[in-house]
């Protein structure tokens, strides 16, 4: 990669300050008037750090379904950027909304949260797939989290396997996730970016960062201007 593209004096963290519910939004709506409002959160994100920010043209998308925006530096690429939002779950509100007086709802159910995630990440790589087959460009998936019951450790969870990794706590209890289809996909994608939002659509917390792929992982750390040492990674073992 190009020297320039690895220069970046923005600031690391995204602060709660960062609001752009008034005029960049707009201002994106009527660049990308197809965005979802998290979509449009994202772009001005990637600006706020010091990317150029595009997306694929309808000829470019024929035949695939590509990732939402292209990253760039100074006028070179440098990574592509897929969304995914995670919405509160109603399925207990849902039937509780429709039971009959009286009716017994709820029940045992696999975790949503889990399958939410590794759905994600299943779907984010078959995109970047498409665009990037030898990964010559970085993979970035931001993950736009609404469910006030899910947490970054959700993501390490799916993602190594284990209870709680960033506690020590290495009890094997996702397994069927990590060592599932997302197996191999999940080390295709280099930074992975959590950000939750409250009920209100207020920042819960700065954003979370887990870096995906190990061969990356210096040149994705230098491209953002962070130091490696704070970046959660997957476990080689994992």
């Not at 509160?88 to 509100?93: A, F």
């Not at 060592?179 to 917390?205: H, M, P």
Request: glycine share 8%.
């Amino acid at each position: 990669m190009n020297q320039d593209a690895r220069n970046n004096s923005q600031p690391d963290d995204m602060k709660p300050e960062y609001d752009f519910s008034k005029g960049l939004r707009g201002v994106h709506a009527n660049r990308f008037s197809k965005l979802s409002q998290d979509e449009a959160f994202v772009l001005g994100y990637w600006q706020k750090e010091g990317f150029g920010v595009s997306g694929f043209s309808k000829n470019e998308m024929r035949g695939m379904k590509a990732p939402d925006f292209r990253l760039s530096r100074n006028g070179i690429e440098v990574a592509y950027c897929e969304v995914k939002s995670f919405q509160r779950d109603n399925w207990l509100e849902d039937q509780l909304r429709k039971a009959q007086t009286g009716e017994m709802v709820g029940g045992l159910r696999p975790d949503p949260i889990f399958n939410r995630i590794s759905n994600a990440i299943h779907s984010a790589s078959k995109q970047f797939s498409d665009v990037n087959p030898d990964h010559r460009l970085m993979n970035f998936l931001f993950l736009v989290n609404h469910d006030t019951s899910a947490k970054p450790v959700d993501l390490d969870r799916v993602l190594t396997g284990y209870e709680n990794p960033r506690m020590d706590m290495f009890e094997p209890t996702c397994v069927q996730y990590s060592a599932g289809r997302i197996c191999n996909e999940k080390r295709e994608i280099d930074l992975y970016v959590w950000l939750d939002f409250d009920q209100t659509g207020a920042i819960r917390s700065r954003e979370y960062r887990v870096l995906g792929n190990p061969q990356s992982r210096q040149w994705v750390c230098g491209l953002l201007g962070i130091e490696p040492s704070i970046v959660k990674s997957i476990p080689s073992a994992a």
